[in-house]
C-alpha cells in the first residue's frame, strides 16, 4: 500500500508539472516533489556544465538549500560525478565507506550526507544532469525500490522540463528578437538624417543592416562655416558585437569633433581607443575626410577601407589608391593624409564590402569590374537615382540574400 501511495502521489506530481510551462517553477516543483515523495531531508537538481567539465547545483531543497546552489566541481568527482560519467542510476547506502563519495560540498555546505539515491536525466538522448535525494528522515536508507521509482520520477520529469526549457528558449528568442528590433531603431536613430546643407554640393547616403543590427557607420558633420566632416567605416564581424564597436567609434568621432581637432589627431586618438577598449581580433576600415567647400579640396584618411572611387563628368573611374591599416591593429600607426580636388560634375564614392562582395547563391561575387560598369553609368544620372541603382544592382545580385551591411556615401560636386 505505501508503494501504491507514491505512485500515487507521483502522478498528482505530474499533474502540477503539467499545470505549468515556467522553467525555474517546473525545476522547484520537481526538487520539492521528489523530496516530499521520498520523506527526504533534501533533494538536488544538478547540471553538467560540459564547457568546463563541472556540475552545478541549479536547485537545491532541504536547510542548506541556499548555500549549496553556490557550489560548483569537477564532472568526475563523487557520486554525482560517477552518475554523470557512467549514465546509471545508483544507490548508496552509507556514504562515509564508499569510496566515490565526494567530501566537498558536505565541508562547504556543513550538511552531513548520510546516504543517496541518484538517477540521470536524459533530453533528447543526451544526459543533461542528475537528480539526486539524500537522507531519509527516519534515517533508514534507502532502497532499491526507492531508487526504481526515483527512476520513473526522474523520466517524467525530464520530459517536463524539456517542455519548459522549449518555452523558454522561445520567449527568450522573442524577447531577443524585440531587443534586437529596438536596438536596430536605435542604431539607425545614430545615423545622420541627410539634413546638413552644403552649398555647392550634394551628397546622399544609403544604408541597409544585415542582420537587425550592423557593424557599418557612415557620418556628416558640420565642422566649422565652410567644412563638413564625413565618415565611412566598417566594423569586422557582424551583429551585436560589431553594433557596439560601430556605436563606440560614433561616440569617439563626436567627441573628437567638438575639440576641432585634426584629421591626423582624430584618427590616431580613435586608432588608440579602438585598440584599448576592443578585443584583439577585432578592428575597424574607415575613411575619414574634410570637404573644403570653398576651396574643392578634400583631405582624407583611409585606414584599410575599400579605395574611393572617383567618377569624373564623363563617365570615367577611377580608384584612390592607400595602403595604410585598418584602426585597432597597433596602437600607434603614422597614417597618411591625402589631398584630392573635386571638379565641376565630379562624384566621390564611398562604400563598404558589403556593396562589391556581394554573393549569388552560387557563391559568385558581384565584384569590382561589375562595380565599376555601373559607376560609370552614373555620371548620367541624377546623384539620388545614381545612388539607388548601385545599391540595389548589389542587392538584386545577391537575389535578395544579404551576407553583409551595405553602404553608400557619394559627394558630387555641382
Known amino acids: 500500500m505505501a508503494e501504491q501511495s507514491r505512485y500515487k502521489k507521483l502522478l498528482e506530481v505530474v499533474k502540477m ?13 520537481i526538487m520539492e516533489q521528489a523530496k516530499a515523495v521520498f520523506q527526504a531531508e533534501a533533494s538536488s537538481l544538478i547540471f553538467l556544465d560540459a564547457e568546463k567539465n563541472e556540475l552545478y547545483f541549479d536547485v537545491a531543497t532541504g536547510e542548506k538549500g541556499e548555500e549549496i546552489k553556490e557550489i560548483r566541481f569537477p564532472a568526475d568527482k563523487g557520486i554525482a560525478g560517477w552518475i554523470i560519467q557512467n549514465k546509471r542510476p545508483l544507490l548508496v547506502e552509507n556514504v562515509s565507506a564508499d569510496p566515490r563519495f565526494f567530501q566537498g560540498v558536505d565541508k562547504k ?61 522561445t520567449l527568450d528568442k522573442e524577447r531577443l528578437e524585440a531587443d534586437l528590433r529596438v536596438a536596430g531603431e536605435i542604431q539607425e536613430r545614430l545615423l545622420p538624417r541627410d539634413d546638413i546643407s552644403i552649398d ?25 562655416e565652410d567644412q563638413v566632416l564625413f565618415v565611412i567605416a566598417d566594423v569586422s564581424g557582424k551583429g551585436v558585437p560589431a553594433a557596439l564597436v560601430m556605436s563606440t567609434l560614433r561616440a569617439y568621432l563626436h567627441s573628437a569633433v567638438q575639440f576641432k581637432m585634426s584629421l591626423g589627431d582624430i584618427v590616431a586618438q580613435l586608432n588608440s581607443s579602438i585598440f584599448r577598449d576592443t578585443e584583439a581580433q577585432r578592428f575597424v576600415t574607415f575613411i575619414l575626410g574634410k570637404l573644403d567647400r570653398k576651396r574643392h579640396i578634400i583631405e582624407y584618411v583611409n585606414a584599410g577601407h575599400n579605395y574611393p572611387a572617383l567618377l569624373s563628368k564623363e563617365g570615367d573611374v577611377r580608384f584612390l589608391e592607400s595602403n595604410d591599416i585598418p584602426l585597432g591593429i597597433l596602437k600607434e600607426y603614422d597614417f597618411s593624409l591625402h589631398t584630392l580636388l573635386l571638379n565641376p560634375k565630379e562624384t566621390l564614392v564611398l562604400y563598404t564590402d558589403g556593396i562589391t562582395e556581394s554573393m549569388d547563391s552560387k557563391e559568385k561575387l558581384y565584384g569590382e569590374e561589375a562595380f565599376v560598369k555601373d559607376l560609370e553609368k552614373g555620371s548620367r544620372e541624377s546623384l539620388e537615382m545614381f545612388s539607388q541603382n548601385l545599391f540595389d544592382r548589389a542587392f538584386e545580385f545577391a537575389e535578395g540574400k544579404q551576407t553583409d551591411d551595405m553602404t553608400l556615401l557619394l559627394f558630387r560636386r555641382e
Open 17 to 29: 508539472l503539467n499545470a505549468s510551462l515556467d522553467f525555474d517553477k517546473t525545476k522547484a516543483v
Open 109 to 169: 555546505s556543513q550538511f552531513v550526507t548520510k546516504s543517496i539515491i541518484g538517477v540521470p536525466v536524459w533530453i533528447n538522448g543526451e544526459v543533461i544532469g542528475l537528480i539526486e535525494v539524500l537522507n531519509k528522515k527516519d534515517g533508514g536508507a534507502f532502497s532499491s525500490g526507492d531508487l526504481k521509482l526515483l527512476q520513473t520520477f526522474a523520466d517524467l520529469a525530464a520530459l517536463n522540463l524539456k517542455n519548459a526549457m522549449w518555452h523558454k528558449d
Open 200 to 224: 555647392g554640393y550634394r551628397y546622399v547616403a544609403r544604408y541597409r543592416a544585415c542582420r537587425s543590427v550592423g557593424g557599418d557607420y557612415y557620418d556628416v558633420l558640420p565642422f566649422g
